[in-house]
């Protein structure tokens, strides 16, 4: 072995095998070195001088003449590393720039990184959360379950424990990350803060429950209170009476003094009504001018009797006296029905239709007066008899028939569907709309064979539709809860399409709160088959139900549809408007679209427009179609000659 060259660098070239090696001097770095070394060279680091140095070079040489392509392997490393620090800033920069808190954790729960969303929402530097646990951020509890379900990357909210001594409701994602390369297994938690979301829908409870013109329960929320109230009622063995009022000609009160005034009058008549009651008597608005009042806790019907009639007495008396509205003295009256748990009826359903009953007795005799219910009163019991008997036979004899009620985009002014709506043509009588005996198909347990005739005759319609028409649009239709609990159902729906030939796109099924709310692990599990086969799902009927939004994202759903009670009077009530409004921003930021039911009025459609709701349906529009007519409506769409379009603008 021979030197070939000598320089003043700290570094000797040498030939051997054929080959060009480089010696290093230990004393400097050789990592910066190897750019000033020869291409063809391959580094050797050795001590600088004495016997240790010819020693190391003698064994050294050998290992590199067996190691030709270290060069090579440096240069590989080399830039892993330059990749690795460019990535490294290039994903500190994205998750500085983020807006939601992301916490990278190993499997025990200790906090490795953040990012500073993270320090913000806990109100914690990065030095204090580096190192901590999840459960001195959480409940013990909450971040154990985190970590255990770290495979479910399902949304779920908790309690953050923040810096400040405070906490704030957040919504957690929580995904598994293995990294074997960087030697990584663990966790990477994303947090919301709900905060305002949680607001939103504690105002949303309280707004669709209590009316906002009188501040009294609305008519959902005093049915709740009753049955809790007969609930009660029924464990004691007491008794319990339910006054109906309704205010006479109130009508007449609008038409003369306006709206404005018919407010008034009925915020005072409500002051009235809990002022002739006895104390902690529950009263509620039922409609427009229809009011009912629970009173509790009786021994017998008999006391229940006196205390309805001595209530119902003080009221009409106390009417006696006119009222102030806007400096004029209006003088109102009162009709009122009564009638008693367990006498008059063991339900709430029962005993508010037999109130009624004997409400309209009243109002009969000429008002300002008030009728005990009896069993001759109710002809509307008789007539409820006589429907069950008759709606088998209706399904039998192809009494049934569907209209369908068309859904406009509020963009576009444009059909992009329609709703089906089932109707009893009876000879005898003519269109019974769905509300007078959709509830009887329940109670004989019919509702499952009207809802498979419905779907039946849907994709018989549209089966013939598509042979006229490119895109008939998706038609929504109900589904029962009896209909979901079927052993065959999912069987059943597939037999349907497959008999029609009809693909599972075209339709979308309006599933009711309640029923979304049954059984939520079963229910989540056919509504996902359901979606799996194509059909689009929609909540029916939004805000009556005893839900909220954030509780509603696990299901697979892609439509909400607002209850025609928040719309009736959206574009003159402000609560109503509030409710509607945060629905719909609401509904969008889960990326469901949003159907307003019921819009009757221009004024009501210029107020969803400016909300940003997606679609509505109502009477605005017209009465809903028979099938051939919603057909020959598509095809004046497509040929420009459609007149709805015009009341878009």
């Not at 994205?94 to 025990?108: C, K, P, T």
């Not at 957040?170 to 598994?176: D, E, G, H, I, P």
């Not at 709206?259 to 008034?264: K, T, V």
């Amino acid at each position: 072995m021979g030197e070939s060259q000598r320089s003043r660098e700290p570094y000797h070239a040498i030939a051997i095998g054929g080959g060009a090696l480089l010696l290093l001097a230990a004393a400097w770095c050789a990592w910066l070195l190897l750019d000033a070394a020869p291409e063809a060279s391959s580094p050797l680091i050795l001590p600088t001088t004495g016997f240790l140095a010819s020693l190391a070079g003698v064994f050294s040489i050998a290992w590199w003449a067996l190691r030709r392509d270290t060069r090579q392997q440096v240069d590989v490393i080399r830039r892993k590393l330059a990749e690795t620090t460019i990535t490294r800033n290039y994903l500190d920069q994205i998750l500085s720039g983020m807006h939601e808190a992301l916490l990278v954790v190993d499997r025990d729960g200790h906090i490795l990184r953040v990012n500073p969303a993270a320090c913000h929402l806990a109100k914690r530097n990065e030095q204090s959360l580096l190192g901590a646990t999840l459960s001195e951020l959480f409940k013990p509890a909450e971040a154990a379950a985190l970590l255990a379900n770290g495979h479910d990357s399902r949304a779920r909210e908790a309690q953050l424990q923040r810096g400040d001594g405070g906490e704030v409701p957040v919504s957690l994602t929580c995904s598994a990350v293995q990294l074997p390369e960087a030697g990584f297994d663990g966790f990477v938690i994303a947090a919301q803060d709900v905060s305002e979301r949680k607001r939103a829908e504690q105002r949303i409870r309280y707004l669709a429950r209590i009316d906002g013109l009188t501040k009294i329960p609305n008519r959902m929320q005093f049915q709740h209170l009753l049955q809790r109230a007969m609930a009660r009622a029924r464990r004691s063995g007491r008794c319990l009476g339910l006054l109906y009022i309704d205010v006479d000609r109130f009508k007449d009160i609008n038409d003369t003094y306006g709206h404005l005034a018919g407010d008034i009058s009925l915020e005072q008549f409500t002051h009235r009504i809990v002022a002739a009651l006895p104390e902690h008597t529950v009263v509620g608005r039922l409609a427009g001018d229809e009011f009912a009042a629970i009173i509790e806790d009786l021994a017998s019907p008999d006391d229940v009797t006196e205390a309805l009639e001595r209530g119902a007495r003080r009221l009409i008396e106390s009417l006696r006296q006119p009222l102030d509205v806007q400096g004029q003295e209006l003088h109102l009256s009162a009709s009122i029905g009564l009638a008693r748990y367990p006498v008059d009826g063991d339900d709430v359903i029962e005993l508010i239709r037999n109130a009624d009953a004997a409400l309209y007795e009243a109002k009969k005799s000429g008002g300002n007066q008030f009728a005990l219910y009896s069993p001759e009163m109710n002809a509307q019991a008789v007539e409820r008899l006589m429907l069950k008997s008759k709606l088998r036979r209706a399904l039998e004899n192809d009494e049934l028939t569907l209209r369908y009620q068309p859904k406009y985009s509020v963009a576009t002014g444009k059909v992009v569907g329609a709703e089906a709506l089932v109707r009893w043509d009876m000879p005898e009588r003519g269109l019974i709309p769905p509300a007078d005996f959709v509830p009887l198909a329940e109670e004989v347990n019919l509702i499952v064979e009207l809802g498979t005739w419905v779907l039946h005759q849907v994709c018989k319609d549209y089966q013939r539709w598509q042979r006229s028409l490119a895109s008939p649009g998706r038609i929504s239709v109900n589904l029962s809860l009896k209909q979901l609990r079927q052993p065959d159902f999912m069987r059943s729906f597939s037999d349907i399409f497959r008999s029609r030939g009809i693909s599972p796109t075209c339709l979308e099924l309006e599933i009711t709160e309640t029923t979304l709310m049954e059984d939520v692990d079963r229910t989540v599990g056919l509504l996902d088959q359901l979606y799996a086969m194509g059909l689009h799902l929609a909540i029916d009927d939004f805000g009556t139900g005893y839900s909220s939004l954030s509780a509603l994202q696990q299901f697979p759903i892609s439509t909400l549809k607002v209850d025609r009670s928040f719309i009736r009077h959206v574009a003159t009530d402000r609560d109503d408007a509030t409710i509607v409004n945060t629905i719909i921003q609401m509904a969008h930021s889960l990326g469901m679209d949003v159907v307003a039911e019921g819009v009757e009025t221009q004024e009501q459609l210029e107020f969803l427009r400016g909300a940003g709701c997606d679609q509505v349906q109502g009477m605005l529009f017209g009465d809903p179609f028979e099938a051939a007519d919603y057909a020959a409506l598509l095809q004046h769409q497509l040929e420009g000659t459609d007149k709805h379009r015009i009341l878009f603008g």
